[in-house]
């Protein structure tokens, strides 16, 4: 996870060749929750939609930046 998701993106893109076709692009950013309980649900619900696509074959999920 960073602090800093901007900074991150441009670090991860200036190890790929210029010429590339694939690059890191910030697509979704996220927010606060406003408890414990709604965050989980949110995870869950996140957790559960990767698991699906996986399980149809369903290629493109999303990964966290590191």
Do not use: V
Not at 1 to 9: A, D, F, L, S, V
Not at 21 to 43: H, I, N, V, Y
Not at 45 to 55: N, V
Request: aromatic share 4%; net charge positive; with cysteine.
């Amino acid at each position: 996870m960073t602090n800093n998701p901007k900074r991150r993106c441009d670090e991860l893109n200036a190890g790929i060749p210029p010429a590339a076709k694939g690059k890191w692009a910030m697509r979704l950013t996220s927010q606060p929750f406003p408890d414990m309980p709604r965050a989980e649900a949110a995870r869950h619900r996140a957790s559960h939609d990767i698991q699906l696509k996986k399980f149809l074959g369903i290629e493109g999920t999303i990964s966290p930046m590191i």
